[in-house]
T-cell receptor, first 115, second 111 residues
Framework: EPEVTQTPSHQVTQMGQEVILRCVPI?????FYWYRQILGQKVEFLVS????????KSEIFDDQFSVERPDGSNFTLKIRSTKLEDSAMYFC?????????????FGDGTRLSIL | QKEVEQNSGPLSVPEGAIASLNCTYS??????FFWYRQYSGKSPELIMF????GDKEDGRFTAQLNKASQYVSLLIRDSQPSDSATYLCAVLGSNDYKLSFGAGTTVTVRA
């Protein structure tokens, strides 16, 4: 069964450094998403992306965050200057469409630890 | 602010019993409802989704939706120890692409 893949599985970064999280969505999917989950808390939406542009973003997704689809397969999340509170699991998800019967499928996540 | 509320649990059931999980949501225009299973330290795994009022069955799982009451539930029949996990209710809003998640209900199935 096709799946969303994410790399790296664990990223340790010094506060203030830039970090790039990578995702390969399911190949025939057109909508891509990033979510995060701080330890012990809810899964929170960050951003959705379609047709090479952001379709929606949350309040969390401020100017320090950006997303990019640099080629036909990868989808990246960049955090420019990391803060301690950015420590979380980051999940990439993709869906075939954005209609009611096309669910989002999640990757295994990247655990981001900011020191 | 779209809210999704779940019984926090933990819910402990004996092996072979039915586990019943509940979820309510605040956005009356929400159209699709999803149940994900999340093992500790792992990613959400889609179990099933529902978008029409009534019941939807998939193997040992049954989702129930009542839009008038803004309520969705998940029943797990013949619970197995491998069903022990946190179950996340997620709602797709009426005019957006994002999933709003509940905090999850932790289920423990006792052998």
């Amino acid at each position: 069964e096709p799946e969303v893949t994410q790399t790296p599985s664990h990223q340790v970064t010094q506060m203030g450094q830039e970090v790039i999280l990578r995702c390969v969505p399911i190949s025939n999917h057109l909508y891509f998403y990033w979510y995060r989950q701080i330890l012990g808390q809810k899964v929170e939406f960050l951003v959705s992306f379609y047709n090479n542009e952001i379709s929606e973003k949350s309040e969390i997704f401020d100017d320090q965050f950006s997303v990019e689809r640099p080629d036909g397969s990868n989808f990246t999340l960049k955090i420019r200057s990391t803060k301690l509170e950015d420590s979380a699991m980051y999940f990439c998800a993709s869906s075939e469409g954005a209609v009611i019967n096309q669910p989002q499928h999640f990757g295994d996540g990247t655990r981001l630890s900011i020191l | 602010q779209k809210e999704v509320e779940q019984n926090s649990g933990p819910l402990s059931v004996p092996e072979g019993a039915i586990a019943s999980l509940n979820c309510t949501y605040s956005d009356r225009g929400s159209q699709s409802f999803f149940w994900y299973r999340q093992y500790s330290g792992k990613s959400p795994e889609l179990i099933m989704f529902i978008y029409s009022n009534g019941d939807k069955e998939d193997g040992r799982f049954t989702a129930q939706l009542n839009k008038a009451s803004q309520y969705v539930s998940l029943l797990i029949r013949d619970s197995q120890p491998s069903d022990s996990a946190t179950y996340l209710c997620a709602v797709l809003g009426s005019n957006d692409y994002k999933l709003s998640f509940g905090a999850g209900t932790t289920v423990t199935v006792r052998a």
